[in-house]
């Protein structure tokens, strides 16, 4: 230090001096400014970086929470369809359950028709059968008895005596 102090010289000092301002001036002229625009543009690129990142941030939130809202509304959907396709086979099964009972019904009654008028169609021949059986029997019964001239007598006074008593 002792040497620095010794060897001091004021020409060489005022000539570093103005070497030294007129580099700060040449620099500032020309280095300064495209320095200091480079890293306001940089400062600026970096809050336009930090922005756009916070505005991502909040569209990731928007868009998630649309998302969440869209899944809500399609569950909603969904579990109404399912109700609304169990409510239609439902009634579909009921329909065809009636539907069922209807005709099981409806081919009952024809059945029990059909047995009441076969019924009715052989008592009707039954009674017809027992006419023609009873008249044939009558006929032989009236064939034997007029074949012989006393019977027939016999048969003539028997009538006219019921028909006096009654």
Known sequence: MDKLINDF??????WQLIILVVLIVVLGK???????????????GIADALA?????????????????KL????????????????????????????EGEAQ???????????????????VVDLKNQFASISIEIAEKLLKEQLANKEAQTALVEKMLDDVKLN
Request: proline share 1%.
């Open 9 to 14: 010289s004021f020409g060489l000092f005022f």
């Open 30 to 44: 020309f280095a300064w400014k495209p320095i200091v625009n480079a890293l306001e543009a940089r400062e600026e």
């Open 52 to 68: 756009a990142a916070e505005n991502a941030k909040r569209e990731m939130a928007n868009l998630k929470a649309d998302n969440e």
């Open 71 to 98: 899944l809500a509304e399609a569950r909603v959907e969904r579990d109404s369809l399912i109700k609304e396709a169990r409510e239609i086979k439902e009634k579909m099964l009921a329909d065809a359950k009636a």
């Open 104 to 122: 099981g019904e409806k081919m009952i009654s024809q059945a029990k028709a059909v047995i009441a008028s076969e019924k009715a169609a052989a």
